[in-house]
Nanobody, 119 residues
Framework: QVQLAESGGRLVQPGGSLRLSCAAS????????MGWFRQAPGKERDFVAA????????YIADSVKGRFTISRNNAKNTVYLQMNNLKPEDTAVYHC????????????WGQGTQVTVSS
């Protein structure tokens, strides 16, 4: 079955950086679009970033544009979220998700990794 395992979340000070990783298994990763979402306590889940199966096209939410980047390594079945200049409002559980190449919705989700930005 499809498994997505996020890692890299931790407590970081404002202005700091983190790189989240999401290791995928049970799917043809090189044909799968990947995304990152986040959910803060008491709030809805928000889109953060997405990357097409080939890695050539990426999408970044306006709230994090200029600070976050998404990338992937198809040889390692892993997608990354590089987060720079972190702010307290970036505090959330970050989930990666998988969407088949021609599908409209994300069908598989990871358990998430906690990112806390605080001094």
């Amino acid at each position: 079955q499809v498994q997505l395992a996020e890692s890299g979340g931790r407590l970081v000070q404002p202005g700091g950086s983190l790189r989240l990783s999401c290791a995928a298994s049970g799917l043809t990763f090189s044909s799968t679009n990947m995304g990152w979402f986040r959910q803060a306590p008491g709030k809805e889940r928000d889109f953060v970033a997405a990357i097409r199966w080939s890695g050539e096209i990426t999408y970044i939410a306006d709230s994090v544009k200029g600070r976050f980047t998404i990338s992937r390594n198809n040889a390692k079945n892993t997608v990354y979220l590089q987060m720079n200049n972190l702010k307290p409002e970036d505090t959330a559980v970050y989930h990666c998700a998988a969407r088949s190449r021609y599908a409209s919705d994300y069908s598989n989700w990871g358990q998430g990794t906690q990112v806390t930005v605080s001094s």
